[in-house]
């Protein structure tokens, strides 16, 4: 299909969102990917994930770019060549690309119950404002989550914990924003944090103020 949605986020960032509904042949078909971009998706055992992989090449191609525009760093980190920032995601059917001016991170998730019997893996001060019987705890921890993801993406450097470094402050579905925290190595970094729903998933996004 074409592009699901592009939300603006300020005048230097901007996230787009690809629902994967293509079979594999028709998203490789149009696309000119580097060497090893296609040696890693021929190499992927799951369809799923090659799909996903595609996808991202062609949201890449909304925002103007190409996969030969596309690097990795040592950490896995992607780059781009013209200096910009970009963070990248897939979760089962949704693939989803952010570019800014600034340091940036972005994580689709599937809202699925079991992600409550994981947090206490990845929550620790947001249980002081999370409800546990609360309708809404798997989507808020769904949030939590992806929020840290991004930061994980954004900061990429090994050693980090989600429960002892990074934070989500309280937040609520009607603002669609809140302030998260790095607390790593005796340095304190804060960062602006967005989430969006759809069909049962979340997107959340970060970047440095």
Not at 11 to 27: C, F, G, P, R
Not at 77 to 88: A, E, M, N
Request: charged content about 30%; glycine content about 4%; overall charge negative.
């Amino acid at each position: 299909m074409p592009l699901y949605k592009s939300i603006s986020v300020n005048a230097q960032t901007i996230v787009k969102i690809w629902k994967i509904e293509e079979s594999y042949d028709d998203l490789i078909a149009p696309l000119d990917l580097k060497r090893n971009s296609l040696e890693r998706v021929l190499g992927m055992k799951s369809e799923l994930h090659q799909r996903g992989f595609l996808s991202v090449r062609h949201l890449l191609r909304e925002f103007g770019y190409t996969d030969q525009d596309l690097f990795y760093d040592n950490n896995g980190k992607p780059h781009l060549k013209d200096g910009k920032h970009i963070s990248i995601t897939h979760s089962f059917i949704f693939s989803g690309v952010i570019v800014s001016e600034k340091e940036v991170g972005i994580d689709i998730e599937k809202q699925r119950e079991k992600i409550a019997i994981i947090a206490k893996k990845f929550v620790d001060y947001e249980f002081n404002y999370l409800d546990t019987e609360a309708d809404d705890y798997v989507r808020k921890l769904t949030v939590v989550w992806g929020i840290k993801e991004s930061l994980y993406k954004l900061f990429a450097t090994s050693g980090m914990l989600f429960r002892e470094h990074f934070l989500v402050i309280p937040f609520t579905f009607e603002d669609s924003e809140t302030v998260c925290w790095i607390d790593y190595n005796n340095r304190k970094y804060r960062y602006n944090s967005y989430y969006t729903e759809f069909e049962g998933f979340t997107c959340a996004y970060v970047l440095e103020e």
